[in-house]
C-alpha cells in the first residue's frame, strides 16, 4: 500500500525552528517528485514547497522568504523540510504528496498521485 507519513510538527515560539518530514513506503520513492503543502485555520491548503524526483530542482512560496529548506534522502524514502525563522503566520497543518514524475516546478494540487495525512505546526509564545 503506498503511503506517505508526515512527522515533526509540534509547537514552537515565534523565531524557533522545526524540521518536518515525510516518509514514503510502497512505491519506488526515487521516480517521485514531492511537495509540501498547507493549510491555516480558516483557509485554503496552499504550496509551500517541492523538489523534483531527482533532487536537482527544488521550488518555494515566494512568501517563504528563504526561510524554509527542501531536500530528499532516497536511501531512506524521505523529504525534509527546514523550517527556520518560523512565524505565526506559518502556523498550519502540513501535508506532503507525491508525484510521479520529475516534477520540474511545483504543480498542481490535482496533479499528485499520494498525499500524507497532515502534521499540525504551531507557532505562538
Known amino acids: 500500500q503506498s503511503q506517505l507519513v508526515e512527522s515533526g510538527g509540534g509547537l514552537v515560539q515565534p523565531g524557533g525552528s522545526l524540521r518536518l518530514s515525510c516518509a514514503a513506503s510502497?512505491?519506488?520513492?526515487?521516480?517521485?517528485?514531492i511537495g509540501w503543502f498547507r493549510q491555516a485555520p480558516g483557509k485554503e491548503r496552499g504550496g509551500v514547497s517541492c523538489?523534483?524526483?531527482?533532487?536537482?530542482?527544488?521550488n518555494y512560496a515566494d512568501s517563504l522568504e528563504g526561510r524554509f529548506t527542501i531536500s530528499r534522502d532516497d536511501a531512506k524514502n524521505t523529504v525534509y523540510l527546514q523550517m527556520n525563522s518560523l512565524k505565526p503566520e506559518d502556523t498550519a497543518v502540513y501535508y506532503c504528496?507525491?508525484?510521479?514524475?520529475?516534477?520540474?516546478?511545483?504543480?498542481?494540487?490535482?496533479?499528485?498521485?499520494?498525499w500524507g495525512q497532515g502534521t499540525q505546526v504551531t507557532v505562538s509564545s
Open positions: 504528496a507525491a508525484y510521479r514524475g520529475y516534477g520540474l516546478g511545483c504543480l498542481s494540487q490535482d496533479d499528485y498521485n499520494y
Open positions: 510502497g512505491f519506488t520513492f526515487r521516480y517521485y517528485a
Open positions: 523538489i523534483s524526483s531527482t533532487g536537482d530542482s527544488t
